[in-house]
Structures are given as structure tokens and as C-alpha cells.
């Protein structure tokens, strides 16, 4: 893996490389600029933790020399917030298309069939909750709750009177119940604004009554508007009464106000909450072509999916698989133009020369769904993206580029062993 990974060049994107003469003022740091970006492709190799990454870094010699670290074994590390702070240095200053051109410069003396390409889209579901109207107000509720006593002590006031622990029994006894009528839901959703209304407008109320005192931190700030942002939209939607009513930005988590529901339409959940990510897929090989928390369109990405395959690879691509939802007339028309086979099911009547057309439509079809989707499920299954646990949007994004990349170069390092071991035959 090492051998075909450009760590030095990555580091360098990162910004983690002192180019200049003057050294940095400062402790030395513990990890190498490449053994950093090493470390990540190492988290999501093993899919641990960092505390129980950190065990196995201080005990394994395989570890270390691969993050290009040694660590003494009477002295190990302890603190594992020292690979928290890396992640978080890298996730600022991840640029994903310059990284994605030097990996792939790397990686084309090792790739095959380079005028292929199949794309499709998917969801990597962020690690939380499914969130419902009920939960996301509760949660607005305890929270927002909690930042109004802080207020209240720091002013030196007793706190405002409201009907909290009378709507936390109601919440609780809700919750209880394994099915709920309409008019129950109704009954408990309408309680929960109200507190949730009374305590924002006592706590603004304090706010404006104490203009010279510092109530929140900024963490504290950030967090009540998030509250008050959810606030408005359940309000308005409620009083809407029009359960399938279309929220904009609508946010289900107060911890994760980035995440958008994501609606799939699949058989086992019609909608997800994470990032959803367009790829394209050229010789079993996966590159990100776009990512984004809000929902788009993915058949709208053909032609940003060629230019990008061009300016990765250096080639024209001839063969594209994709599913119906790039069957498009302007893909159709754009694939035509540039004499690009596809796997798009011919429209109209069909003509007898057409039959090795349809072969090739066929078997790439055949490819696209089987080497597409498997590579969606080693990724899931095998590199922690099932269930991307991240509390920051940066680092959630960090996680998925790292993941993706890695099922990448553990696929390339075990053809490069194959072949190895044919030559020495």
C-alpha cells in the first residue's frame, strides 16, 4: 500500500510541508507530514476508533513503520486526542480534486481499460438517530432548556417559571407507547412548541434585559440560533398541517444541522440523512465527483463526470455505464455527439445492425451493476462508511474521501501482488 501511495505529494496538498527556509516556531511535531496522511488511510484500513487505534499503534511494529513512526514501549502513547487533533488539521485543508489527480497519476501504471468509465450515485449515512418531528423537538427542548438555566445563573436570576417537567412526563409517556393516533401526535407536537416557544422567548427576553453581559459562548450562541432556526421551521409546519409538506434546508439534528434528509426511494428506506456522493468508476478504481449534504439531481452529472474523467486520466471515454437516471435526451445527445457507447436502453424501433450495439449495452449494463454497486458495498461493509461517525461536517468528509480511497488502494496493492507473484512463477 505504501508503495503506491504519493504521501509525500498529499502531504504537500494538505499544506502540512514547510517550503520555507525559516523552520516553524513551536514543539516538534510527533507524526512525519506523510506519516499523517498515512495514519488516516490506517484508521480507515482497521476501522477502529482513535483510543483503540492508538492501543495498536503503541504495540504493533507494522503500524508504526507504516505511519513512519517509532514509538519507545516503555514510553507509549496515551493520549489519543493527538490523532483526534491530526484528523482535525487535515480535515481543514482537504482539497478533494487536487488529491484526487495525484492519486490517480499514481495510479495509472496500474490501471487498465482507462476509456471505460461507469458512474452512479449513493448515500453515506451520517452516524445518528432517525429523527422524527417528536425527537427533534425533544431534543430542542432539553437543550434549549439547559442554556436558559446557564443564562439565568450567570445574570444572578432565578430561572423562569415554564411546564418543562410536566411536558418531559407527557414526552416520556409518548415514547412509551409502541403506536400513537393521530391526535396524540398532534397533541404532544403542540406541547413541545409551546414549551420550545416560551423558553426562546424568555431567554431572548433576558438577553435584550442584560445587553451588557456575555450570556453564551459562542459554542452556546451557535447551538440557540440552530434551536431557533428548528423552532420556525417545525412551527410554520405544523400550523401548515400538511405532513408531506416540503421543509427547505430542513434540519433534523441539532448536534448535525448540515445533514439534509436524502430521499433514495429504495424498498428497505425511502430516505437517508448523510452525504450523498456521485462517483465514477473506471477499472474497478472509485473517484468522488461531487459531494454534497443537500439533495441533487445525479443525472445532471454525465458531462461533469467526462471532463473529469478526461483530466484525471488523459484519455476520452469511450464506453459509460450508467443506470436510468442519467437516460437523459441531453446525456443521449452529448454520448451521440462524442461517439461514446452507453448502457442506456435504445429508444424507438429497433434496427438489425443494431444487434452488437446491444451487446455492448448489455455487458456494460451487466459491469455497472455488479462492479458499481459491489464497490459501494465494500466501501460500506469494510472501511467504516456504513455509518460515518464524525461530529463535524469537515471531519465526516475527511472520513468518506479517506474511506473511499482506501478500498482503492487495498484493491491496487493486491494486483500488484498477484502480478508479482506471476513473474516470480
Given at each position: 500500500?505504501?508503495?503506491?501511495?504519493?504521501?509525500?505529494?498529499?502531504?504537500?496538498?494538505?499544506?502540512?510541508?514547510?517550503?520555507?527556509?525559516?523552520?516553524?516556531?513551536?514543539?516538534k511535531?510527533?507524526?512525519?507530514?506523510?506519516?499523517?496522511v498515512?495514519?488516516?488511510?490506517?484508521?480507515?484500513?482497521t476501522?477502529?476508533?482513535?483510543?483503540?487505534?492508538?492501543?495498536?499503534?503503541?504495540?504493533?511494529?507494522?503500524?508504526?513503520?507504516?505511519c513512519?513512526?517509532?514509538?519507545?514501549?516503555t514510553?507509549?502513547?496515551?493520549?489519543?486526542?493527538?490523532?483526534?487533533?491530526?484528523?482535525?488539521?487535515?480535515?481543514?485543508?482537504?482539497?478533494?480534486?487536487?488529491?484526487?489527480?495525484?492519486?490517480?497519476?499514481?495510479?495509472?501504471?496500474?490501471?487498465?481499460?482507462?476509456?471505460?468509465?461507469?458512474?452512479?450515485?449513493?448515500c453515506?449515512?451520517?452516524?445518528?438517530?432517525?429523527?422524527?418531528?417528536?425527537?427533534?423537538?425533544?431534543?430542542?427542548?432539553?437543550?434549549?432548556?439547559?442554556?436558559?438555566?446557564?443564562?439565568?445563573?450567570?445574570?444572578?436570576?432565578?430561572?423562569?417559571?415554564?411546564?418543562?417537567?410536566?411536558?418531559?412526563?407527557?414526552?416520556?409517556?409518548?415514547?412509551?407507547?409502541r403506536?400513537?393516533?393521530?391526535?396524540?401526535?398532534?397533541?404532544?407536537?403542540?406541547?413541545?412548541?409551546?414549551?420550545?416557544?416560551?423558553?426562546?422567548?424568555?431567554?431572548?427576553?433576558?438577553?435584550?434585559?442584560?445587553?451588557?453581559?456575555?450570556?453564551?459562548?459562542?459554542?452556546?450562541?451557535?447551538t440557540?440560533?440552530?434551536?431557533?432556526?428548528?423552532?420556525?421551521?417545525?412551527?410554520?409546519?405544523?400550523?401548515?398541517?400538511?405532513?408531506?409538506?416540503?421543509?427547505?434546508?430542513?434540519?433534523?439534528?441539532?448536534?448535525?444541522?448540515y445533514?439534509?434528509?436524502?430521499?433514495?426511494?429504495?424498498?428497505?428506506?425511502?430516505?437517508?440523512?448523510?452525504?450523498?456522493?456521485?462517483?465514477?468508476?473506471?477499472?474497478?478504481?472509485?473517484?468522488?465527483?461531487?459531494?454534497?449534504?443537500?439533495?441533487?439531481?445525479?443525472?445532471?452529472?454525465?458531462?461533469?463526470c467526462?471532463?473529469?474523467?478526461?483530466?484525471?486520466?488523459?484519455?476520452?471515454?469511450?464506453?459509460?455505464g450508467?443506470?436510468?437516471?442519467?437516460?437523459?435526451?441531453?446525456?443521449?445527445?452529448?454520448?451521440?455527439?462524442?461517439?461514446?457507447?452507453?448502457?442506456?436502453v435504445?429508444?424507438?424501433?429497433?434496427?438489425?445492425?443494431?444487434?452488437e450495439?446491444?451487446?455492448?449495452?448489455?455487458?456494460?449494463?451487466?459491469?455497472?451493476?455488479?462492479?458499481?454497486?459491489?464497490?459501494?458495498g465494500?466501501?460500506?461493509?469494510?472501511?467504516?462508511?456504513?455509518?460515518?461517525?464524525?461530529?463535524?461536517?469537515?471531519?465526516?468528509?475527511?472520513?468518506?474521501?479517506?474511506?473511499?480511497?482506501?478500498?482503492?488502494?487495498?484493491?491496487?496493492?493486491?494486483?500488484?501482488?498477484?502480478?508479482?507473484?506471476?513473474?516470480?512463477?
Amino acid at each position: 500500500m505504501k508503495k503506491i501511495l504519493p504521501l509525500r505529494e498529499m502531504a504537500e496538498s494538505f499544506g502540512l510541508v514547510n517550503k520555507s527556509m525559516t523552520p516553524k516556531r513551536g514543539r516538534k511535531s510527533y507524526f512525519t507530514p506523510e506519516g499523517k496522511v498515512a495514519l488516516m488511510f490506517l484508521k480507515m484500513k482497521t476501522q477502529m476508533s482513535f483510543p483503540k487505534l492508538m492501543e495498536e499503534l503503541n504495540g504493533n511494529i507494522h503500524y508504526q513503520l507504516f505511519c513512519d513512526i517509532v514509538i519507545d514501549p516503555t514510553h507509549p502513547l496515551t493520549n489519543y486526542k493527538l490523532l483526534d487533533d491530526i484528523a482535525a488539521e487535515l480535515a481543514g485543508s482537504l482539497k478533494i480534486q487536487e488529491l484526487q489527480n495525484l492519486l490517480a497519476e499514481a495510479w495509472k501504471p496500474y490501471m487498465k481499460h482507462l476509456d471505460t468509465m461507469f458512474t452512479d450515485a449513493t448515500c453515506y449515512e451520517s452516524e445518528m438517530r432517525y429523527p422524527t418531528d417528536q425527537k427533534l423537538l425533544w431534543e430542542c427542548v432539553e437543550k434549549g432548556y439547559e442554556l436558559m438555566c446557564e443564562a439565568s445563573q450567570r445574570v444572578g436570576i432565578h430561572r423562569p417559571r415554564t411546564k418543562y417537567l410536566d411536558v418531559a412526563k407527557a414526552n416520556l409517556t409518548y415514547r412509551k407507547q409502541r403506536k400513537h393516533t393521530k391526535s396524540q401526535t398532534r397533541k404532544i407536537t403542540r406541547r413541545l412548541l409551546d414549551l420550545l416557544g416560551k423558553i426562546l422567548r424568555e431567554t431572548r427576553k433576558m438577553e435584550r434585559e442584560h445587553e451588557g453581559v456575555k450570556l453564551f459562548t459562542d459554542r452556546e450562541k451557535q447551538t440557540f440560533d440552530i434551536i431557533t432556526k428548528v423552532y420556525r421551521q417545525q412551527h410554520n409546519h405544523f400550523r401548515s398541517g400538511d405532513v408531506r409538506e416540503s421543509i427547505p434546508d430542513r434540519i433534523v439534528s441539532v448536534n448535525k444541522p448540515y445533514v439534509r434528509p436524502i430521499v433514495r426511494g429504495k424498498e428497505v428506506k425511502s430516505v437517508e440523512f448523510g452525504a450523498k456522493c456521485n462517483n465514477i468508476l473506471v477499472d474497478g478504481i472509485s473517484f468522488i465527483e461531487k459531494l454534497s449534504f443537500n439533495a441533487f439531481n445525479e443525472g445532471t452529472r454525465l458531462a461533469h463526470c467526462i471532463k473529469m474523467h478526461k483530466r484525471l486520466f488523459g484519455v476520452d471515454a469511450k464506453k459509460i455505464g450508467g443506470d436510468t437516471s442519467y437516460a437523459g435526451n441531453a446525456n443521449r445527445d452529448l454520448c451521440s455527439k462524442n461517439g461514446i457507447q452507453t448502457s442506456f436502453v435504445q429508444k424507438g424501433k429497433r434496427a438489425k445492425e443494431q444487434r452488437e450495439k446491444d451487446f455492448v449495452r448489455q455487458e456494460l449494463a451487466r459491469v455497472r451493476a455488479t462492479a458499481m454497486e459491489g464497490s459501494f458495498g465494500t466501501q460500506k461493509e469494510h472501511y467504516s462508511l456504513r455509518r460515518v461517525k464524525a461530529r463535524k461536517k469537515e471531519t465526516e468528509i475527511l472520513y468518506i474521501f479517506f474511506g473511499i480511497h482506501t478500498a482503492n488502494v487495498v484493491q491496487l496493492a493486491e494486483r500488484l501482488m498477484e502480478q508479482q507473484k506471476a513473474e516470480a512463477a
